[in-house]
């Protein structure tokens, strides 16, 4: 059943006030272990260089970082978590199976890149086009399963917005299913965040396909190598995305010896940075004290509309 509404983003724990004194008081809030009653030392937050972070307590919905939680940022492919959403949703209800064949449309094929390389015609197990969306973060698979589902993609981004809505995410805009750009596309790290808690919590099956790094369909093998699967361990599931306008963002669940944190970064600079950003954070949260810092390579952002 559905939840009326997500606990991340409601009650005393994202009260204004409190994402306030998260923002100004991060520097004496104590990680998640050292809440639950571990006898733990306060740690110092870590600097997050990303335009926008935050880090919850899953177990009790407490923010113990934030940064510029509030502030309107495009979202990239962080888009595709409100895509997976629709789409479990409509397998619980018996819509649409796993194995179901997909017709592949002439308009998914023009979807811009990345792309899996869908072609007009062709039948694809819905079930591959879920992991096109969630592990190679494919734009034209996303388009797939919306036109599968809706009709048109202009029906499913209703049923978007209408979910948005619904979990009370009153500063998100959805515009397509795969976070391309446009400028009516807009969301908050607060949003994602409870966006991605709905997700996991209602339908945990969606950890097979985010916690996973790669699949195989027609003989190809599609990956994605992120150091946070290794570093700082315990990723129970991660989404990634990119545009000109959104910079990197990343947002990312991982679990550590009772401890369930949900981590979101936007407008990272690169995508190292963003991986950076986000362990670091991790690691506040478990506990444990950083790394001393070292040197990132900085480089100008490639000339490309992707969404990944």
Request: glycine share 10%.
């Amino acid at each position: 059943m559905k939840r009326p509404s997500p606990r991340v983003g409601r009650g005393p724990a994202w009260s204004p006030g409190l994402v306030l004194a998260a923002c100004l008081l991060a520097t004496v809030i104590r990680p998640a272990a050292a809440q639950s009653g571990d006898a733990l030392p306060v740690l110092p937050a870590p600097a997050v260089s990303a335009e926008a972070g935050l880090l919850v307590d899953l177990a009790t919905g407490k923010v113990l970082y934030a940064k510029n939680a509030e502030g309107d940022r495009a979202p990239a492919s962080l888009v595709k978590l409100m895509t997976l959403y629709i789409a479990y949703d409509d397998l619980r209800a018996g819509k649409v199976t796993l194995p179901e064949p997909v017709s592949i449309s002439q308009a998914v094929t023009r979807t811009p890149r990345f792309r899996m390389g869908l072609v007009a015609g062709q039948t694809v197990p819905f079930e591959v086009l879920l992991q096109g969306v969630g592990i190679a973060s494919a734009n034209d698979a996303a388009e797939a399963v919306a036109e599968h589902l809706a009709g048109s993609e202009e029906l499913f981004v209703e049923r978007m917005n209408a979910e948005a809505r619904r979990m009370g995410l009153s500063h998100t805009v959805f515009a397509n299913p795969h976070g391309l750009p446009d400028p009516r596309q807009r969301t908050t790290a607060r949003d994602i965040a409870a966006l991605a808690e709905n997700l996991l919590q209602d339908f945990p099956e969606s950890r097979a396909i985010l916690g996973d790094t790669e699949f195989t369909w027609h003989g190809r093998v599609f990956r994605r190598r992120i150091s946070l699967f290794r570093d700082p361990g315990g990723v129970t599931a991660l989404k990634t995305g990119f545009t000109l306008a959104a910079g990197y963002n990343l947002t990312v669940a991982a679990g550590r010896a009772g401890h369930r944190l949900l981590c979101v970064i936007l407008g990272a600079e690169t995508r190292g940075l963003s991986f950076l950003d986000a362990g670091r954070l991790l690691k506040f949260g478990f506990g444990e004290s950083p790394p001393a810092a070292r040197p990132v390579k900085r480089h100008v952002r490639p000339r490309a509309r992707a969404a990944s």
